[in-house]
């Protein structure tokens, strides 16, 4: 089993910045590409950002340069450095993570943005 926690959510206000960590854990063979979403109240889960073993990423519309997306493999750790935060930015953001071919999702970390 593989365990994914994230950490690094709370209230901020607009224009803020917060940093979202993501660390895997458990039996880990193959960590592959890895990503962050978000669900914000009434609405479906989305894609925020990914990222390769190889570090290649991709990006929401909505969050490109405002969002980076980074990872440290010798820590099985996906990071999110969130900056100029919007009320619109609020959500519980979920890591997930494909080991080898499975798809494994962390519990989601609350991230409010006040206006």
């Known amino acids: 089993q593989v365990q994914l926690v994230e950490s690094g959510g709370g209230l901020v206000q607009a224009g803020g910045s917060l940093r979202l960590s993501c660390a895997a854990s458990g039996r880990i063979q193959q960590l592959n590409n890895m990503g962050w979403y978000r669900q914000a109240p009434g609405k479906s889960r989305e894609v925020v950002a990914s990222i390769t073993s190889g570090g290649s990423t991709n990006y929401a519309d909505s969050v490109k340069g405002r969002f980076t997306i980074s990872r440290d493999n010798a820590k099985n750790t996906v990071y999110l450095q969130m900056n100029s935060l919007k009320p619109e930015d609020t959500a519980v953001y979920y890591c997930?993570?494909?080991?080898?071919?499975?798809?494994?999702w962390g519990k989601g970390t609350l991230v409010t943005v006040s206006s």
């Open positions: 997930n993570a494909f080991v080898i071919h499975l798809l494994y």
